[in-house]
């Protein structure tokens, strides 16, 4: 059986949308959900984006550079938000999409 081979970049995509999943997921039980609304729609976002980004990688697109620009800039946006909070979920996203905007970069250049 052959063994699927995936890339740093597809890696650091998949293990950021997931964590951003998870990130707003945790926000939405906090108990200042207003205060919460920005990070959870850039974390809704930049796990959508992560996860498109590593598909495209995976079937070779002739969009994957662009994808890759987009992706880094999705997970800046993240982690800015994200940094600004202390709770642990929080400062794991914004950790998680600072490694994949680096992967991406590599990738796009």
């Given amino acids: 059986m052959n063994e699927l081979q995936f890339s740093d970049c597809v890696r650091a995509c998949m293990s950021c949308s997931l964590t951003c999943a998870n990130c707003a997921s945790a926000c939405l039980k906090e108990e200042d959900l207003e205060m919460m609304r920005e990070c959870i729609q850039r974390c809704l976002d930049c796990a959508d984006i992560c996860q498109l980004c590593a598909r495209m990688e995976q079937k070779q ?19 800015e938000e994200c940094g600004h909070h202390q709770d642990d979920h929080c400062q794991q996203c914004a950790e998680a999409c600072r490694r994949c905007a680096e992967e991406c970069r590599k990738m796009a250049a």
Wanted: proline content about 5%.
């Fill in 61 to 79: 697109s002739p969009f994957m550079h662009e994808m890759c620009e987009l992706c880094a800039k999705a997970c800046d946006y993240c982690a």
